[in-house]
């Protein structure tokens, strides 16, 4: 299997006041609202600490599905021209969510331009460039977010650099993508593993078929059936992830001496610990419900703010609570 590797990322309190939340992505969720408050703690071992970075505690038991970023093909196109498939999988092989973080970071927060962020990425791993036989017309389709624009736009230079003329075109969202990527009217879309193996099993089989887990061979090895009856192919998953993932202080970490969810869960027993983030979280599988149950975290009380936006991060380095709901692949997560 491909092994995930712990995100241990920081963010400096400048780049994070700058920068607003992250568009759409592979499996968060949506907004809630920006109302704050939460219950009293019944200890301090646990308590909310302030700092000027932020950074991300390892998911260690998989609590969140793998959404790794993953090239997905129109099945007809990928079968008469391996050569896109090679160098997708080029791409692959390098992205990590580090890389993520960063080209979302020079995007997002630096406004740079995407096309020139993905063409200068591209270049400097020379992506592509080793594949021979690529020749034709190719579309890239990307979603309406930034991320997905700066992927698509990285698939399309590395098909450009093998030989293939590759462009970029917007698309709407999965329910419009997926389609037309399966009826051939784009070739190639930069995809989230665990999200899109979900809707296409859903789409195959009917609700109650969900397929994706936390792991990511497991995952890919569930939807690649479903995705031959659907119309699209799989490329490697890389190792860049964007979802949901939990944020501390720099300093609430370096007090308790944690890096994971479970060492949280072993260092808060006294009831200290509070969480921020979407109005929806505390009745959410993948935020303080999992939390509970997957980790045994018990939680003093809960604040009401956004889906890893600003509100959520200014409020973990305020110290007005303790750990908060932020998207791994964040730009303002950027070491700095």
């Known amino acids: 299997m491909r092994l995930r590797t712990p995100l241990l990322t920081t963010v400096a309190l400048a780049t994070l006041l700058a920068t607003a939340a992250c568009g759409e992505s592979g499996s968060s969720g949506t907004g809630g609202s920006s109302a704050g408050g939460g219950e009293a703690a019944s200890g301090d071992a646990c308590a909310p600490v302030a700092g000027d970075q932020l950074v991300v505690l390892e998911d ?23 050569a896109a ?58 979603g309406n977010f930034s991320e997905s624009t700066i ?22 969202n999965r329910e419009v993508y997926l389609p037309a990527l399966a009826q051939g009217q784009i070739q190639v879309f930069p995809e989230y593993l665990a999200t899109s193996a979900n809707f296409i ?40 992830q964007d979802q949901n993932a939990f944020a501390v202080t720099t300093a609430f970490a370096d007090q308790l001496g944690v890096t994971t969810l479970s060492e949280l869960a072993e260092a808060c027993g006294d009831g200290s610990l509070t969480l921020g983030g979407p109005t929806e979280c505390p009745t959410r599988p993948a935020c303080q419900l999992g939390l509970e149950d997957t980790y045994g975290l018990k939680f003093a009380g809960f604040s009401e703010y956004d889906a890893g936006g600003p509100l959520t991060k200014q409020a973990i380095l305020n110290g007005d609570v303790s750990i908060g709901l932020v998207f791994s692949s964040d730009g303002s997560l950027a070491q700095g």
């Open 201 to 240: 099993s859903e789409n195959i089989n009917g609700s109650g078929s969900l397929v994706a887990t936390g792991d990511v061979q497991e995952t890919l090895t569930a939807v690649e059936p479903l995705a031959a009856q659907f119309g699209v192919t799989y490329g490697d998953p890389s190792d860049a």
């Open 60 to 82: 260690d038991k998989e609590l969140q599905n793998a959404d790794n970023v993953v090239p997905v093909l129109n099945a007809a196109y990928a079968s008469a021209n391996p």
């Open 151 to 172: 992927l698509a736009n990285v698939y399309a230079d590395a098909l450009t650099a093998a030989g293939f003329q590759a462009t970029v075109q917007e698309t709407g």
């Open 85 to 142: 498939l090679e160098a997708l999988n080029s791409v692959s092989a390098v992205l990590t969510t580090e890389d993520l973080i960063e080209l979302n970071n020079q995007v997002d927060v630096q406004r740079q331009d995407a096309t020139e962020v993905a063409q200068t990425y591209v270049d400097d791993n020379g992506l592509g460039g080793d594949v021979t036989g690529g020749s034709g017309a190719v579309v890239v389709g990307a």
